[in-house]
């Protein structure tokens, strides 16, 4: 029973998907990029090494304003420019 809930609600994930692409086309329309710093085309993202590889943190900082410690999430400042 679970699993046919389960591949029920792929299925109409997946017809969704494509209705919404159809609008999409339709409208002309992309959906609206966030206005925060991780959108920007100016923030630089900091990592740290685990072990053999780079993991992102929760911090960076504006390659444009050169101002430092900037975070992810936060508002966009008078920089900010999409990618």
């Not at 029920?8 to 966030?34: F, H, I, S, W």
């Not at 630089?44 to 504006?62: E, F």
């Amino acid at each position: 029973m679970l699993a046919e809930n389960v591949l029920k609600m792929e299925q109409d994930c997946v017809r969704l998907r494509e209705e919404n692409a159809v609008l999409r086309r339709m409208l002309g329309t992309e959906l609206p990029k966030p206005i925060n710093c991780e959108a920007c085309r100016f923030f630089i993202q900091h990592y740290v090494r685990v072990g053999l590889q780079y993991t992102k943190t929760y911090a960076g900082h504006c390659g444009h304003g050169r101002i430092r410690d900037k975070k992810p999430d936060e508002k966009g400042c008078k920089y900010f420019a999409n990618t």
